[in-house]
């Protein structure tokens, strides 16, 4: 079997325990699943995860692809697309292909941003992961969100 085939299937292991219950309730799961889906990638790539109000994941969604150092993030799409899914919250993620797990500045304004885009329409934002290559910060736990 290949890396790639067991990176593969690890991933659809962690989505199908997202996918279970709460994701609150595994956020290991979470930091996993992201870490390997985005940890690899040579170039930057923003993910939604789309929740319930219960908090279950609803779909996961690689909603921008950028370069080696940024993603254009457009709030209008974010709000469009958890409308759509009829999410009562949401979690959002982006790999750093430099490897360092530091969210900048302009990370921290464009979750504020988004923030505030999704609470005009009660979708709460839950937290934000920046993946680097050897570890994933949390927003949430950082106090930023």
């Not at 921008?64 to 999410?87: C, D, H, I, M, W």
């Amino acid at each position: 079997m290949s890396d790639e085939q067991i990176i593969e299937r690890a991933l659809a292991l962690l989505a199908a325990r997202m996918h279970q219950g709460d994701v609150l309730s595994s956020p290991a799961a979470v930091r996993d699943y992201l870490r390997l889906h985005l940890g690899g990638r040579e170039h930057e790539v923003f993910v939604v995860v789309l929740l319930d109000a219960q908090h279950r994941v609803l779909d996961i969604l690689d909603l921008f692809r950028g370069t080696l150092t940024q993603t254009s993030v457009y709030p209008r799409e974010v709000v469009k697309v958890a409308l759509a899914a009829n999410a009562g919250s949401v979690i959002f993620a982006h790999n750093h292909p430099s490897g360092l797990a530091e969210p900048s500045r302009a990370d921290e304004l464009l979750t504020h941003t988004l923030k505030q885009a999704l609470a005009l329409v009660d979708i709460k934002v839950l937290d934000h992961f920046v993946v680097g290559a050897a570890s994933t910060i949390s927003f949430a736990e950082r106090g930023l969100i």
